[in-house]
C-alpha cells in the first residue's frame, strides 16, 4: 500500500551539445569559392579567342591587379575591388585580366586615394594645387614651368613635365579633358587685355596639340578655357605667375546609357598641401629602395 504525502522528484537532464566554433565559415567560403571558380568557367566559355589569350596571359605575366597591389597598397586596392565586383563583375574581371602595362583610366579607379596617389606618383611636387571631385580631378600648374612669362614660347621643362600629364590622362575613357590656360596682363610686353588674351589662347591650342595625339579613346573630349586677371599686389620681380589649370571630368553616362560610378573620397574640394608632400615623398622614397 502507497504512503500518503509521498513526495516525488522530478529531475531535468538538459543535453547541451558542444560549441561548433567557426568550422562553418570555412566550409562557406569553400562554397563561395567554389561557385566563383563555376562562374568563371561559364563566363570563359562564351568568351572570344581574344579574350582567352588574354586570360592565358594573366597567368603568365603580372596583372593589373598585381601592378596595383603594389603601386598603391592593398588596403585601398582590395576595397576599391570589392566595390567593382559588386557594381560591374565582368567589367572588373576583364580589367584583371589586362597586362599591369595598360594604360590605365584614371577616373574609372572609383576610390579618391587611389586617384591621388596616381597623381602624386606621375606628377609630383610640380602640381600647385590638386582638387578631387565627385565626377572631377584637377590640378594646376605655374605657367612659367611650361612657357616664357608673357610668351607663348614652351619652356625648357615644357616637354618633361607635358609627358608626365600626358601618362594620367592618355587612359582616360568617357570624360572630358579641361584646359584652362590662365594669364596676368602685367606679364605680357604691351601689358593689353587683348595680347594677353591672344598668349592665353595661343598656349591653350599648344598644350591640346601636344596630349591629343596621346589620348588612345575617342570617347574622350579636350575643351579650352582661358582667363586673363589683373594682378591686386605685384610681387618684386613685377611678374605674378599665371597658371594651367587641368580638369579631368567624367561624362555623366557611359555610352550604354548608365549613369557613372561617382569618385569616392573622405574630403573633396582641394587637397591638403601637407597631406599631398607627404604622399610624394613616401613614394619617392618607395621609388629609390
Do not use: C
Not at 516525488?8 to 538538459?14: E, R, S
Amino acid at each position: 500500500m502507497a504512503r500518503e504525502n509521498q513526495t516525488i522528484v522530478i529531475k531535468k537532464i538538459t543535453n547541451i551539445s558542444a560549441h561548433h566554433g567557426g568550422s562553418w565559415k570555412v566550409a562557406f567560403a569553400d562554397f563561395m569559392t567554389a561557385m566563383m571558380a563555376f562562374f568563371l568557367v561559364m563566363w570563359l566559355l562564351n568568351q572570344s579567342d581574344a579574350v582567352k589569350k588574354q586570360v592565358a596571359s594573366y597567368f603568365s605575366g603580372p596583372s593589373v591587379l598585381e601592378h596595383e597591389l603594389n603601386t598603391f597598397g592593398a588596403k585601398l586596392t582590395l576595397e576599391k575591388l570589392f566595390l567593382d565586383f559588386i557594381n560591374e563583375p565582368l567589367g572588373t574581371l576583364q580589367k584583371l585580366m589586362q597586362p599591369a602595362d595598360l594604360t590605365p583610366d584614371v577616373m574609372s579607379m572609383g576610390k579618391g586615394e587611389i586617384i591621388l596617389q596616381q597623381i602624386a606618383s606621375e606628377i609630383g611636387l610640380v602640381a600647385k594645387d590638386v582638387g578631387i571631385e565627385q565626377d572631377k580631378v584637377y590640378f594646376e600648374i605655374y605657367d612659367y614651368m611650361l612657357f616664357e612669362v608673357g610668351s607663348a614660347k614652351i619652356s625648357g621643362q615644357f616637354v618633361d613635365i607635358m609627358e608626365k600629364v600626358r601618362k594620367l590622362s592618355q587612359g582616360l575613357e568617357n570624360s572630358i579633358l579641361i584646359i584652362d590656360s590662365e594669364i596676368f596682363v602685367e606679364t605680357v610686353p604691351e601689358k593689353s587685355i587683348e595680347q594677353a588674351k591672344q598668349v592665353a589662347l595661343q598656349r591653350a591650342y599648344i598644350l591640346k596639340k601636344y596630349l591629343e595625339s596621346a589620348i588612345e579613346s575617342e570617347t574622350v573630349d579636350i575643351e579650352l578655357k582661358t582667363a586673363v586677371r589683373k594682378a591686386e599686389v605685384l610681387p618684386p620681380s613685377g611678374k605674378p605667375a599665371g597658371s594651367v589649370v587641368f580638369t579631368m571630368q567624367q561624362k555623366s553616362t557611359l555610352p550604354d546609357g548608365t549613369e557613372n560610378r561617382p569618385i569616392e573620397y573622405d574630403d573633396y574640394g582641394k587637397v591638403n598641401r601637407a597631406k599631398y608632400e607627404n604622399m610624394v615623398r613616401k613614394l619617392l622614397e618607395k621609388q629609390k629602395k
